[in-house]
């Protein structure tokens, strides 16, 4: 559960005022930069070119699940800041890719190998290890997601009060062939006192997060397919 304590910790550090991204921002005109901002992610981490590849010109690819992270041509404002492998897993059997959207969202999605299990038991295993781990967060209601391509992606929510800004974390997984995809996406909400352009950035920011899962999941079936 790392990307849960990471995407956490980074919303805080965004409510407090500090910036979480050194990454260049995905509208960048110049895709030849951004693919060697993603190599150098890849070149930094110890194996990194065993479980990541650039994968033609906007994308990173996690070799052996298929998964790709867009660094060139997601959502408007939105930047990969960093690319992780799992310490304690097989090499290439878990890896995560952070994000930053609209300056707002701090959302990691993380792929492991996790055969024989389904997508509602490692859900109920995220949603226990949150509120465990933070006191006072409260789960709250979210739409579920729907895609005629994969098995159930479950879904859920919880609001974490703070003094300096509640913060929202949106928890999402689904299972593709015995690969398991997990969104964790947190930011801190907007209130009535916020700029109205804050207001819509965090809006529009939440759908895009909560989305994030989908492209994702679809790219480790299709890659099972080839």
Same mark, same amino acid.
């Given at each position: 559960m790392v990307a849960i304590a990471a995407a956490m910790a980074l919303a805080s550090c965004a409510?407090? +005022?500090?910036?979480?991204? +050194?990454a260049p921002t995905n509208n960048s005109k110049n895709e030849t930069s951004a693919a060697a901002f993603a190599q150098a992610m890849i070149d930094k981490i110890e194996n990194g070119n065993l479980v990541f590849e650039i994968s033609g010109k906007d994308s990173v690819r996690h070799i052996q699940s298929g998964m790709i992270c867009s660094f060139a041509k997601a959502p408007p404002r939105s930047a990969l800041t960093r690319l992780e492998i799992s310490r304690d897993m097989p090499i290439g059997d878990g890896v995560s890719c952070y994000y930053k959207i609209l300056d707002i969202v701090n959302l990691a999605i993380e792929v492991s190998r996790k055969p024989g299990q389904d997508s509602a038991k490692i859900i109920a295993d995220m949603k226990k290890d949150i509120l465990e781990s933070y006191t006072g967060i409260k789960p709250v209601e979210y739409q579920s997601l729907n895609n005629n391509r994969l098995g159930p992606v479950e879904v859920a929510a919880f609001i974490l009060p703070r003094d300096d800004g509640d913060i929202k974390t949106i928890l999402s997984t689904t299972m593709v062939g015995g690969w398991s995809i997990e969104v964790v996406a947190a930011f801190r909400l907007a209130d009535s006192a916020d700029p109205p352009e804050l207001i819509m950035a965090q809006r529009m920011g939440e759908t895009i997060a909560?989305?994030?899962?989908?492209?994702?999941? $679809?790219? $480790?079936?299709e890659a099972s397919q080839h």
């Open positions: 409510a407090n +005022g500090q910036s979480t991204s +050194g909560a989305l994030w899962i989908l492209p994702a999941a $679809v790219s $480790v079936l």
